[in-house]
Antibody, heavy 119, light 107 residues
Framework: QVQLQASGPGLVKPSQTLSLTCTVS??????????WSWIRQHPEKGLEWIGY???????YYNPSLRSRLTISGDTSKNQFSLKLTSVTAADTAIYFC???????????WGQGTLVTVSS | EIVMTQSPATLSVSPGETASLSCRAS??????LAWYQQKLGQAPRLLFY???IRATGIPARFSGSGSGTEFTLTISSLQSGDLAVYFC?????????FGGGTKVEIK
């Protein structure tokens, strides 16, 4: 059974860096064919794909966030992480980590973690 | 980017009836579409990929159809446990994009 769990601070101050980690069990982030992804959901709104890491280090980011975003992986801990710099209130959202399949859909999702940007 | 538009925003259906949810793409995405169900406080769950291929464990009461720019998710014999928000997602082009969701309420 594949499980993902996102963790990180629930409160970040404006202009600072949001950092989250996703711990994966039941599958390896090193395995080919899957795209380890971050997706966020603004309050009472839809979903926004943030980006993913695959093949142990290749990344692809949403152009709207690319200039502020870094996704990295730690195969020794079977984790992948997100760093989003210069955050504003618009970055307040529930952040999900998910496993993306080669086709482009997402078959396993973590529970999500709420991050609030506020001073 | 491809814009996904879902309608209606809210759908109120009586138990046992059929709910039809619409998803429209701003350009053709062939059948590169997924549907997800998100219950309150939970992560989304994959229902369909390839527009009409049921994911593992999804009951036959759920069906997906469409291609190009028009897609439909149909839930027959609606049950109270189907109360959720349903999202569509295209994976034909980058960035991947989701619709705004349809909330299914039980009358």
């Amino acid at each position: 059974q594949v499980q993902l769990q996102a963790s990180g601070p629930g409160l970040v101050k404006p202009s600072q860096t949001l950092s989250l980690t996703c711990t994966v069990s039941g599958a390896s982030v090193n395995s080919g064919g899957y795209f380890w992804s971050w997706i966020r959901q603004h309050p009472e709104k839809g979903l926004e794909w943030i980006g993913y890491i695959y093949n142990s280090g290749r990344t692809y980011y949403n152009p709207s966030l690319r200039s502020r975003l870094t996704i990295s992986g730690d195969t020794s801990k079977n984790q992948f992480s997100l760093k989003l710099t210069s955050v504003t209130a618009a970055d307040t959202a529930i952040y999900f980590c998910a496993r993306g399949r080669a086709a482009g859909d997402f078959d396993y999702w973590g529970q999500g973690t709420l991050v609030t940007v506020s001073s | 980017e491809i814009v996904m538009t879902q309608s209606p925003a809210t759908l109120s259906v009586s138990p046992g009836e059929t709910a039809s949810l619409s998803c429209r793409a701003s350009q053709s995405i062939k059948t590169n579409l997924a549907w997800y169900q998100q219950k309150l406080g939970q992560a989304p769950r994959l229902l369909f990929y390839g527009a009409s291929i049921r994911a593992t464990g999804i009951p036959a009461r759920f069906s997906g159809s469409g291609s190009g720019t028009e897609f439909t998710l149909t839930i027959s014999s609606l049950q109270s446990g189907d109360l959720a928000v349903y999202f569509c997602q295209q994976y034909d082009d980058w960035p991947l994009t989701f619709g705004g969701g349809t909330k299914v309420e039980i009358k």
